[in-house]
């Protein structure tokens, strides 16, 4: 247990679906992380909240929406998504905020997203 | 492009082999962590190590951020150690965060 949870661990969901992934950290950090994994591809960094601003966000469509209600809770809202979001969508948190730069983080399980 | 990469891309080795894992980055970074992930998908932290070698047990880690490389050494094998190996750097020009495609390592009973 790495302190971080993460909720729904799978999801099959339709291009019309809207749907939400949850991450939870117990760990009293000040940063959380939502990462994309596709097959073959290295982990794609999505969004960065820092002291629940928004701080990073890598170019990620619009029909990926976060959300980040206080410290400890990390929210993903999809949205007509296609076939190709397909994949393992990882949350994380870390000590230090992001003003300090990539930080030692610790990652949940991750949700296994499919779209049909 | 700024590139961040990983050798050998698979490993494959006999219980209680000693291994080197290589993470050669070609811009300068200022932050550099190593990763495990299982054969569940499950990614854990191993090192956190912007520069010099640090030691966890059988693993230990070095980077030499003046030569853009980090190495991870596992020591005396075992099952438990099959996964894949990330390293994952933070370059220095825009504080991005970049992914190896990872060593896929498979420990042989």
């Known amino acids: 247990e790495t302190g971080v949870t993460q909720t729904p661990r799978h999801l099959v969901m339709g291009m019309t679906n809207k749907k939400s992934l949850k991450c939870e950290q117990h760990?009293?950090?000040?940063?959380m992380y939502w990462y994309k994994q596709s097959a073959k591809k290295p982990l794609e960094l999505m969004f960065v909240?820092?002291?629940?601003?928004?701080?990073e966000n890598n170019s990620v469509p619009s029909r990926f929406s976060p959300e980040c209600p206080n410290s400890s809770h990390l929210f993903l809202h999809l949205h007509t998504l296609q076939p190709e979001d397909s994949a393992l969508y990882l949350c994380?948190?870390?000590?230090?905020?992001?003003?300090?730069?990539?930080?030692?983080?610790?990652f949940g399980p991750g949700t296994r997203l499919t779209v049909l | 492009g700024i590139q961040v990469e990983q050798s050998p891309p698979d490993l494959i080795l006999q219980e209680g082999a000693n291994s080197t894992l290589r993470c050669n980055f070609s811009?300068?970074?200022?932050?550099l962590q190593w990763f495990h992930q299982n054969p569940w998908g499950q990614l854990i932290n191993l090192f956190y190590?912007?520069?010099g070698t640090k030691q966890n047990g059988r693993l230990s880690a070095t980077t030499v951020a003046t030569e853009r490389y980090s190495l991870l050494y596992i020591s005396s094998s075992q099952t438990t150690d099959s996964g894949v190996y990330f390293c994952?750097?933070?370059?220095?020009?825009?504080?991005?965060?970049?992914f190896g495609k990872g060593t896929r390592l498979h420990i042989l009973p």
């Open positions: 811009d300068s970074v200022n932050n």
């Open positions: 760990l009293g950090h000040n940063a």
């Open positions: 909240y820092s002291l629940e601003e928004r701080v």
């Open positions: 190590i912007p520069s």
């Open positions: 994380a948190s870390s000590q230090a905020g992001w003003e300090g730069g990539m930080n030692e983080q610790f």
């Open positions: 994952a750097a933070q370059l220095v020009r825009d504080d991005k965060i970049i």
